[in-house]
């Protein structure tokens, strides 16, 4: 009796174990299968979006088209020309990249796809699995290559999704601009208020790197409201008319923008510093203080010896002109036979002579002298020195145009080497005047080679409509540049290249040959003229291009900071200016008191 009792506890406790168990087992089963379709409905969800989006998009295509008016453009926010405005991306790639967004776990979605495989749900659940999901850790055995493939796709993922959120705020914004008169104040309430979310979800996601699945819920909020906007505003050919004028102004303001900053850009490249000024008027002072005997420079006698090295330098930038000298005496093998001919304007006259009486460069010989010591200059050449239609006074600067009267200014001279202000010497140069000239008049680089950053044609500077320009000039002609010059005096003299520039020059203010400046002016002067050096001799791009690479830097023996971005004013280029410096000696007091620092 007492077994059969025994026996019927233990079958009643096994039947209660199972009916409390079995239930349990069963419903945690059940929700395991709910959280695996709640992520296939969500990107179905999404799938859903993108077609009805698209098929808005067909419409007010076809109700403009039915009209008789011109397709709008549907980009209104364009930073990529392959995203559109009003549609979601319709590749493969950016639908998964959403999902896995969505999730915000990378191995939980690849763990569920891998669990539907295994219960038989379908080939396209298959293909989920089969698709390279961006992993938040990467294992050990991952390679480099295969970890910058998941940075760059997850990186386009991101910009694509912040992207489609500030489609979805222009195009919220657009409706604002459209609201009728008799709209529900609550809708223009929601319609802002999506915007305001959409915008946080776009900061906190550039911020984060990241989208969340609470800013992915936001933008599908936000489509929604933009779905009931469009059957409010049913009149397309207004929308499309207003988005025309607000494109239009659009790009007025951006062409005006950059006009002005073009405009500032080359203002500033053509400011003198205030430390400059400042270091001008400090060696003005004291050039006046010293004794008339005290202000020469010795080496007088050098002056026009044809059997020295000499080099021209026509400018008003003291700091400049110092570091031409210095750099180049640096590099001189024989510097006791270098003679620089510098020329500068009255008023900086005293200041340059100063400079170099404080700081001698060694054994070479420095001559500074204003261009108003040359008289013939003024009477004769004075109506030809001004160039009409240009107010850029480095186009218009007698000095600028002076390195056309060089055979005038150096009469006994047969060689000579004309450098800009905005040049470093890195190499001997006297090896100059062993080069063969062939009868040419000027030694310069070339600039004809397609895709250089210093690529020049002559038809890019000179009129060839005008034909005259056309009879006499090939526009094929290879061009050359200024910054570092070889020119043969005797041959030029032979040649008279001062009367054929004189001659252009005339004709050029008559009518419209060429642009402003000395450059297209010089290629027509010394047309068939020219011999062209190595390139190793002058290497151009300094103040325009950062992209310049390092070797071509050290084989060159002359770096030309061509354009605005100057060593010595702030917008120049950063990687470039410890070139420059490094000749600048800034323990000078001068230098210290007017604040000109590295």
């Known amino acids: 009796m007492r077994a059969f009792r025994k026996c019927s506890r233990i079958l009643i406790l096994c039947l209660l174990c199972v009916s409390v168990f079995v239930p349990i087992f069963i419903l945690s089963y059940r ?3 709910i959280n695996s379709d709640v992520s296939e409905d969500f990107v179905e969800e999404l799938s859903i979006i993108k077609h009805r989006t698209e098929a808005q998009t067909l419409s007010a295509i076809e109700q403009e088209e039915s009209r008789g008016l011109k397709e709008p453009p549907l980009l209104v926010y364009k930073d990529d020309p392959s995203n559109s405005a009003f549609n979601f991306s319709s590749s493969e790639e950016s639908r998964f990249s959403e999902v896995s967004f969505a999730t915000n776990d990378a191995g939980l979605l690849k763990n569920n796809a891998t669990r539907l495989d295994k219960n038989g749900g379908g080939q396209r659940r298959r293909q989920e699995e089969e698709v390279p999901v961006p992993v938040a850790k990467e294992e050990p055995h991952v390679s480099r290559v295969q970890h910058d493939q998941v940075v760059r796709s997850r990186s386009r993922a991101l910009d694509e999704k912040v992207k489609e959120m500030k489609d979805q705020v222009i195009k919220a914004k657009a409706y604002l601009n459209f609201t009728p008169a008799n709209i529900s104040s609550h809708f223009v309430k929601e319609l802002k208020l999506r915007i305001k979310e959409v915008e946080r979800a776009m900061s906190q996601s550039t911020k984060d790197s990241r989208v969340s699945r609470s800013s992915l819920q936001k933008m599908k909020a936000m489509e929604s409201t933009l779905l009931k906007a469009s059957r409010i505003y049913p009149d397309c050919a207004a929308m499309i008319k207003k988005l025309r ?25 053509r400011t003198i510093p205030k430390s400059l000024h400042c270091l001008s008027m400090r060696l003005t002072a004291e050039y006046f203080a010293l004794d008339p005997g005290g202000r020469e420079l010795p080496y007088k006698h ?15 930038n003291i700091l400049a002109c110092s570091v031409v000298v210095n750099s180049t005496i640096s590099t001189a093998k024989e510097p006791a036979k270098i003679v ?15 400079w170099f009486l404080s700081n001698p460069p060694g054994k070479a010989t420095v001559h500074v002298e204003s261009i108003e010591n040359f008289p013939w200059l003024i009477t004769k050449y004075n109506e030809t020195l001004q160039r009409e239609g240009s107010l850029d006074p480095r186009y218009i600067s007698q000095l600028n145009h002076l390195r056309f009267y060089l055979p005038d200014i150096f009469p006994r001279l047969t060689k000579i080497v004309l450098l800009d202000h905005d040049i470093v010497v890195q190499k001997d140069l006297t090896k100059l005047w062993s080069i063969n000239m062939r009868g040419k008049v000027n030694g310069a680089v070339q600039t004809c080679k397609e895709g250089e950053p210093s690529f020049r044609r002559m038809d890019m500077f000179v009129n060839f409509t005008d034909p005259m320009i056309a009879n006499k000039f090939d526009s094929n002609t290879c061009t050359w540049a200024f910054g570092m010059n070889l020119f043969d005096l005797h041959e030029w003299r032979r040649r008279n290249l001062t009367g054929v520039y004189h001659k252009y020059l005339h004709l ?18 010394f047309y068939k003229q020219t011999v062209a050096l190595d390139k190793s001799w002058h290497l151009l791009g300094l103040g ?8 071509d830097i050290e084989q060159a023996s002359v770096i030309h900071f061509d354009g605005i971005l100057k060593p010595w004013l702030d917008i120049g280029i950063d990687k470039h200016k410890p070139l420059w410096r490094k000749h600048v000696k800034y323990e000078h007091p001068y230098l210290q008191q007017c604040n000109v620092h590295e």
């Open 508 to 525: 050029g203010k008559k009518r419209p040959l060429w642009k402003a400046g000395t450059l297209p002016i010089g290629w027509v002067t």
């Open 245 to 269: 004028a607000m494109t239009y102004t659009a790009e007025e303001q951006v062409r005006s923008h950059r006009n002005q900053e073009s405009f500032l850009r080359a203002l500033g490249g």
């Open 544 to 551: 325009y291009d950062s992209g310049v690479r390092q070797e």
């Open 302 to 316: 050098k002056l026009q010896n044809p059997h020295l090295y000499h080099f021209a330098i026509f400018s008003d």
């Open 31 to 33: 929700l395991k299968q």
């Open 340 to 354: 620089f001919h510098i020329v500068t304007d009255f008023l900086n006259l005293p200041a340059m002579s100063m």
